[in-house]
């Protein structure tokens, strides 16, 4: 257990509304991840994190942004929520051996 | 260009048998390699994982992966499958001096489990 939460754990919001998902973790990992995960697509990143401030994009970044503030959350942000951002959203931590451990997952419903 | 392929997406398998998940990846160099299990309405867990050394390496629940390089291969045995064993599983390759520390998923693979 990675000691990472993410909340919240599931959200119904409307077409153009702006959400924000929230990861955090207790284990000062500098890596953190947002990924989608959608049948038949596997996971794919969205953004990561390499330290405070520090982020970048992943294969999928459209519609999303991501801030970090502190060491421990990491903030997703869907700006205009469309129907095709409906998904499950994970935040992972990365240790220094690319290990990777996730949080338990949001469920977001953009209707 | 990198690549993870998991050519099952279903593998159905009667309770009590083994069990084998193919995991095949395109890299430059030899990469770490993990393998992950998802119960159904959960998280990512990670099973096992190879850095070097050892080509068999053992993990939680009886599951055990060999990597064979020949074959740019980490496939994920197990000899007796139980139905607590239905599950998503992927695997996933990292580079070892990367500087982002991204994995390249699999597609995954559903193991289903017959009475």
């Known amino acids: 257990d990675a000691g990472i939460t993410q909340s919240p754990r599931h959200k119904v919001t409307e077409t153009g509304t702006p959400v924000t998902l929230r990861c955090h973790q207790t284990?000062?990992?500098?890596?953190m991840y947002w990924y989608r995960q959608d049948p038949g697509h596997g996971l794919r990143l969205i953004h990561y994190?390499?330290?405070?401030?520090?982020?970048d994009k992943g294969e999928v970044s459209d519609g999303y942004s991501v801030s970090r503030s502190k060491t421990e959350d990491f903030l997703l942000t869907l700006e205009s929520a469309t129907s095709s951002q409906t998904s499950v959203y994970f935040c992972a931590i990365s240790t220094s051996t690319n290990e990777q451990f996730f949080g338990p997952g949001t469920r977001l419903t953009v209707l | 260009a990198q690549s993870v392929t998991q050519p099952d997406i279903h593998i159905t398998v009667s309770e009590g048998a083994s069990l084998e998940l193919r995991c095949n990846y395109s890299y430059g160099a030899t990469p770490y390699l993990f393998w992950y299990v998802q119960s159904p309405g959960q998280g990512l867990q990670l099973l096992l994982k190879y850095f070097s050394g050892d080509t068999l390496v053992q993990g939680i629940k009886g599951f055990e992966a060999e990597f064979k390089r020949s074959q740019s291969s980490f496939n994920l045995r197990k000899p007796s499958v139980h139905w607590s064993d239905a599950a998503e599983y992927f695997c996933?390759?990292?580079?070892?001096?990367?500087?982002?520390?991204?994995?390249?998923w699999g597609a995954g693979t559903k193991l289903i489990i017959k009475p």
């Open positions: 284990e000062n990992h500098r890596y």
């Open positions: 994190s390499y330290g405070v401030k520090d982020t």
């Open positions: 996933a390759v990292g580079s070892p001096s990367g500087s982002n520390y991204q994995l390249i």
